[in-house]
Structures are given as structure tokens and as C-alpha cells.
């Protein structure tokens, strides 16, 4: 089992920037990829970006490349950040974490992961 905790959401301007944090306990020695899926009201969740935990690769949703950046935190527990940069309205969302236990080529696919965080809101004002 692996548990995930985020944090660092909160009501951010539009143009402005926040860190998301998620913290991951448990058997992360079993964790493959980490990543970040976030769902607005009345839609469905959809991937933001993921990083390999092997190889550090990372990929991006189209609509946040070059705004976004994952990273994984080497520091303490095991875990990752998503620096959210430039945001815009319809990056208005619950910021979920994720964390794949099985091995894929890819890990945009929400069904890929295994393991969920309880997400951590993010309110863009105007």
C-alpha cells in the first residue's frame, strides 16, 4: 500500500504561482511513475503531467507545458511537486496525486495508477 497526502493549493491570482506538494508513505519502493490529474467542476479528471520515477522522465499535458513543471522531492519522504506558474482560470481545479506501481511506456492514462491522494484545491481569481 502506498498513501499520498497533497498540499500547497490554495486561491491564487490569475498570472500568479503555487507549489503543489505530495508526500508518499508506505511501500514507495514499489512505485514506478508519480503524477499529477486535476478535475474542474462538472468534468472529468484529466492528466497534467508525470514524471518516471526510474529515469526522471517527465511528460506534460499540452495545455500546461512550459507553465508547469513536476519534480521529485529527494529531500525527505518520497514524493513529488508540481510548480504551477502563470495560471489561468481554467486551471482552476482539485489537484489530484497519483502514484503507478506497474510498469507502462506511458503514464498519462488515469486508470494506469494505483494509488490516490485525497487532492488539494486551487482557485484562480481574476
Known amino acids: 500500500q502506498v498513501q499520498l497526502v497533497e498540499s500547497g493549493g490554495g486561491l491564487v491570482q490569475t498570472g500568479g504561482s503555487v507549489r503543489l506538494s505530495c508526500a508518499a508513505s508506505g511501500r514507495t519502493d514499489n512505485i514506478n511513475a508519480m503524477g499529477w490529474f486535476r478535475q474542474a467542476p462538472g468534468k472529468g479528471r484529466e492528466f497534467v503531467a508525470t514524471i518516471n520515477w526510474n529515469s526522471g522522465t517527465t511528460t506534460y499535458a499540452d495545455s500546461v507545458k512550459g507553465r508547469f513543471t513536476i519534480s521529485r522531492d529527494y529531500s525527505k519522504v518520497n514524493g513529488i511537486y508540481l510548480q504551477v506558474n502563470s495560471l489561468k482560470p481554467g486551471d482552476a481545479a482539485v489537484y489530484y496525486c497519483?502514484?503507478?506501481?506497474?510498469?507502462?511506456?506511458?503514464?498519462?492514462?488515469?486508470?494506469?495508477?494505483?494509488?490516490w491522494g485525497q487532492g488539494t484545491q486551487v482557485t484562480v481569481s481574476s
Open positions: 497519483a502514484a503507478s506501481t506497474s510498469g507502462y511506456r506511458t503514464y498519462t492514462l488515469a486508470e494506469r495508477y494505483d494509488y
